[in-house]
Every structure is written in structure tokens, then in C-alpha cells.
């Protein structure tokens, strides 16, 4: 579905781009960065999308061969998912100028107006079917990988046993994946408290960057230990920098200490379930 959803993206913009210009100049002086602190909060998106790749990791059981089969994946997948982006990102701004290309439906209201100016009124309808698709899709991998956690805690017998159960029929950790759904709604109801739909998106994606690259700092830890210079530094640059702008708060936050006080509220609760993890798998000293 990605590829669908590119090709159907880089398509219209051909079209469009012929027909009547790019709606955005894009030129080499145009794409060299320029400071701007509203834009900060955007690098930390950016880093985000690029991760994941450590989620191969938790399922690497049922992966033949392994050590040969997910460099090689982290490689291709990390090449194409770049390729995807910058592609799309051209692709919109040669449809829509960016000011008035919105963060929260941007792909669906740029394709619904191209295909206005096309004689295609469905083209909007069909991204955010294909999007939806595909959203589906990633919920199901992620959450088949992310719920181990919860049944490998289980089944190692640092949360309750019920965790580690699996679903007679389904062949499922059904306890951990009804749980990790529990907690996933609880924080959606958090984060959306006292703020806007838009402010209450970002809150998660920040949220979602402090949490999941802070195990990364233990990775590329472990890498310089290994004696992986480059990648251990590059590493953990890339992460500390990601880490500081998900906390720098986007132009439309209007409560700052709200905003902030979720941010250090989620981050405090996601490392003190871990320390407790640890403190019952270690035991009394």
C-alpha cells in the first residue's frame, strides 16, 4: 500500500506540475535548512519516522536467519522509506503550497483538491482508503511485536502469569494485547485533556519520541562498547537531538505547562514501570 499510495502521490503531482506549475517553488537554495524555532518540533517527527527497525528484533524467533536477514532489511527498508518521503513531501508541495497544507489531513486535502482540478472528484476518497489500508496493516505488525513485551514479562514471570497466557483458539497473547490496548486508550484520553485535537496529536508524537528513543541510547551505548565508533556517535546524536526538539512545544501549543507537564508526566510513568519491572525481576539485595 505504500507504493500505491507514492505512486499515486507522485502521479498527481506530475500531472498537476504540467498542467499549471509547482504551487511551490522548489529550487537547491529553497531546500538548504534554515533556523526556525516553530519547525524545531518537525525534526523530531522526521527521526521517528525513520525508526522501528528494533521492532525485528522482539520477533526474532520467527525470522530464518536473522543475523544475515535483518541487516539487510534495515538497509532496504531504511533506503525506500527515505526515497517515499522526499518524494511525498515534493509531491505535496508541488501540488499545494505549505502554509495551507494541514498537519493533520494534509495528504487526503491535497489529493481531494488535485483531484477537483482534475475532473477527479474520488481521488481524495481513494488515498484515504489506501491510507487506512495500510494503517491497518502497521497497526497489526506493530502490535503483534510491541504485545511480546507484556507476554515475554509474563511468561518470565516479572508481571502476572495471566500475561503470558495464550489464546486457545487464536494462538495469541490476548491478555497482553487487550492490555496494551487498555493503557493505549487511557493515554489517548490523557493526552487530548485541556487541549485542542490538533495540540493533543502532536502531545502523543512527542510523547511517542521521548519514550521510543530512549531504550536507543542504550543501543548505540552497547555499540561504542562494541567498538562501533560511527555508528554509536552517529547514533546517539540523531537521538539526543530528537529527544530535545520533541520537547521544544510546536507554534500552536497555547498552554505550555500543560503541554510540557504531559510530556514529563508519560516519560516519568514509562521509566517508572520499567524500574519496577527490574526491581521485582532483581529481587532483595
Known amino acids: 500500500m505504500p507504493w500505491m499510495l507514492g505512486i499515486l502521490l507522485c502521479t498527481t503531482a506530475a500531472v498537476i506540475g504540467l498542467r499549471h506549475g509547482s504551487a511551490t517553488p522548489v529550487t537547491l537554495q529553497s531546500a538548504w535548512p534554515v533556523w526556525n524555532w516553530d519547525t524545531m518540533n518537525s525534526l523530531a517527527a522526521i527521526a521517528y519516522a525513520m525508526s522501528g527497525m528494533e521492532a525485528a528484533g522482539m520477533m526474532a524467533a520467527e525470522i530464518r536467519d536473522p543475523l544475515r536477514t535483518i541487516p539487510r532489511a534495515a538497509w532496504i527498508s531504511s533506503?525506500?522509506?527515505?526515497?517515499?518521503?522526499?518524494?511525498?513531501?515534493?509531491?505535496?508541495?508541488?501540488?499545494?503550497?505549505?502554509?495551507?497544507?494541514?498537519?493533520?489531513?494534509?495528504?487526503a486535502q491535497v489529493t481531494a483538491t488535485a483531484g477537483s482540478e482534475l475532473g477527479v472528484p474520488w481521488l481524495g476518497s481513494l488515498v484515504v482508503l489506501i491510507i487506512v489500508?495500510?494503517?491497518?496493516?502497521?497497526?497489526?505488525?506493530?502490535?503483534?511485536?510491541?504485545?511480546?513485551?507484556?507476554?515475554?514479562?509474563?511468561?518470565?514471570?516479572?508481571l502476572p502469569a495471566a500475561f503470558g497466557k495464550i489464546h486457545p483458539r487464536w494462538h495469541t497473547p490476548h491478555v497482553a494485547i487487550l492490555s496494551l490496548g487498555l493503557v493505549a486508550t487511557l493515554l489517548l484520553i490523557a493526552c487530548q485533556a485541556g487541549d485542542t485535537v490538533k495540540t493533543a496529536y502532536?502531545?502523543?508524537?512527542?510523547?511517542?519520541?521521548?519514550?521510543?528513543?530512549?531504550p536507543y541510547l542504550?543501543?548505540?551505548?552497547?555499540?561504542?562498547?562494541?567498538?562501533?565508533?560511527?555508528?554509536?556517535?552517529?547514533g546517539s546524536a540523531v537521538t539526543l537531538l530528537a529527544i530535545a526538539c520533541s520537547i521544544i512545544p510546536p507554534p500552536e501549543v497555547k498552554r505550555f505547562?500543560?503541554?510540557?507537564?504531559?510530556?514529563?508526566?508519560?516519560?516519568?510513568?514509562?521509566?517508572?514501570?520499567?524500574w519496577l519491572l527490574y526491581r521485582r525481576n532483581k529481587g532483595p539485595t
Open 79 to 107: 533506503t525506500f522509506v527515505a526515497l517515499f518521503y522526499v518524494a511525498a513531501t515534493l509531491s505535496l508541495l508541488v501540488m499545494m503550497a505549505p502554509a495551507k497544507i494541514s498537519e493533520m489531513n494534509g495528504l
Open 133 to 158: 489500508i495500510n494503517i491497518v496493516g502497521a497497526f497489526g505488525g506493530l502490535g503483534s511485536s510491541v504485545s511480546r513485551m507484556p507476554f515475554a514479562a509474563g511468561v518470565d514471570h516479572l
Open 202 to 214: 502532536r502531545t502523543i508524537v512527542d510523547l511517542t519520541v521521548i519514550v521510543g528513543f530512549l
Open 218 to 234: 542504550y543501543v548505540f551505548a552497547s555499540a561504542w562498547k562494541a567498538k562501533k565508533w560511527f555508528s554509536a556517535a552517529a
Open 257 to 274: 505547562w500543560l503541554f510540557e507537564g504531559k510530556l514529563a508526566l508519560g516519560t516519568a510513568a514509562a521509566i517508572a514501570s520499567g
